[in-house]
Every structure is written in structure tokens, then in C-alpha cells.
């Protein structure tokens, strides 16, 4: 069946680089995008930016000096790098598919990043 | 960006009954509204997409309803299951935007 999973490396120092990991399994990166959405504690859920299936990348215009998605076809794996991070960045990070327009069919369970000193 | 507002934020109510919840556009999405449920413990699931097509899986006691800039989630028959967050989603646009979330709570 579809599943989405989040990895990150939990607590994260400001002014650091978050790397998270969404690895997906029963579906094709290559047939299907992957787009990261994320959710301060307590607030909305913000769209940050998504890899489509032929490679091409999309970004929030507020986030896009920052961040930077990339995949791994062979791993079934999409990568999320944001730098600089401020603990307003801290949130419960999710991958999402979505398969041509972008809603999302499924989701991840999330990973929460905390950035803190 | 779309600024998308639902309404009310918290909504009480009990099994069986029916509620609906608002979600206005800041401006034309066409039909381009998705509607999803978060649940504590499990990944937020897609109940409607473009406005009123039910999600496969998705209970036909859910139904959505709108375009242009008003849209309109209505569950009927509350079930004991049903009590979660709703969010509504705009994707006529780049970037998507999510109204705020409307909590379903029983009374």
C-alpha cells in the first residue's frame, strides 16, 4: 500500500541546516510528486514545496532562499534541505503525494523538528 | 497568495446530527478545493477533492459543495469517528494555501 515516512535528525541548533527524508513505498517517484507541507505547534498548515514526478522542482516564495528538494528515483527517497533555520522554523515537517494537481492523496505521519539552542 | 478562511474554528456537536463547515476564498479558485481530516496519531486523510468529488474511501455522509470563492463541507450523520479537524485546501494557484482548521468536538 502507499506510505509516506518522515526522517529527521530531531533538535536542530538556529542557524543550522535541517536535512529531512520522506522514503515512500508503494508508488513511483517517477509517476507521482512529493510536496513538504508544515505545521508550527498551534498554527496552519503552510505549503514549503514539492518535487514532481518528471524532476521538476516548485518552492514557497517565502521559503525558497532557503530550501531545496531533491530525490533519489533508485531509493524511493525525496530530500528536504532548508538552511539558516530560526526557531520560528520549528514544526511537524510532512511529505505528501500528490499526482498532478497539487492535493494530496496521502500523507505522512510528519516528524517534528524543535530548533533550539 | 490565496487566503483561504474556514468558519467556524470549533464546532460542537453530537452523533447523528449534521454540521457544515464554511471555507471562503480571498479570491476565484474555480473548484480547484480539497478538503482533508486530521486525526491524533494518523495521517491527515484527503476526504473531497475539486470541490465536491469524494476521495475513494471516503463515508457518502461527507459532501462538498461550492465554487468560485464559497465553499462548503457537510457531514451528515455525525458518527463517533467523524470528530477530528477539518482543513480546506486551494490549489488554483501557486502556492497552495490551507485555511486555519475547523476542530469538530462532541457536545
Known amino acids: 500500500q502507499v506510505q509516506l515516512k518522515e526522517s529527521g535528525p530531531g533538535p536542530v541548533q538556529p542557524s543550522e541546516t535541517l536535512s529531512l527524508t520522506c522514503t515512500v513505498s508503494g508508488f513511483s517517484l517517477t509517476s507521482y510528486g512529493v510536496n513538504w507541507v508544515r505545521q508550527p505547534p498551534g498554527k496552519g498548515l503552510e505549503w514549503m514545496g514539492r518535487?514532481?514526478?518528471?524532476?521538476?522542482?516548485s518552492y514557497n516564495s517565502a521559503l525558497k532562499s532557503r530550501l531545496s528538494i531533491s530525490r533519489d528515483t533508485s531509493k524511493n527517497q525525496v530530500f528536504l534541505k532548508m538552511n539558516s533555520l530560526q526557531t520560528d522554523d520549528t514544526g511537524t515537517y510532512y511529505c505528501?503525494?500528490?499526482?498532478?494537481?497539487?492535493?494530496?492523496?496521502?500523507w505522512g505521519q510528519g516528524v517534528m523538528v524543535t530548533v533550539s539552542s | 497568495d490565496v487566503q483561504m478562511t474556514q468558519s467556524p474554528s470549533y464546532l460542537a456537536a453530537s452523533p447523528g446530527e449534521s454540521v457544515s463547515i464554511s471555507c471562503k476564498a480571498s479570491k476565484s479558485i474555480s473548484n480547484n478545493l480539497a478538503w482533508y481530516q486530521e486525526k491524533p496519531g494518523k495521517a491527515n486523510k484527503l476526504l473531497i477533492h475539486?470541490?465536491?468529488t469524494l476521495q475513494s474511501g471516503t463515508p457518502s455522509r461527507f459532501s462538498g459543495s461550492g465554487s468560485g470563492t464559497d465553499f462548503t463541507l457537510t457531514i451528515r450523520s455525525l458518527e463517533s469517528e467523524d470528530f477530528a479537524v477539518y482543513y480546506c485546501q486551494q490549489y488554483n494557484e501557486y502556492p497552495p494555501t490551507f485555511g486555519a482548521g475547523t476542530k469538530l468536538e462532541l457536545k
Open positions: 505528501t503525494r500528490e499526482k498532478i494537481r497539487p492535493y494530496f492523496d496521502y
Open positions: 475539486s470541490g465536491s
Open positions: 518535487m514532481r514526478y518528471n524532476g521538476d522542482t
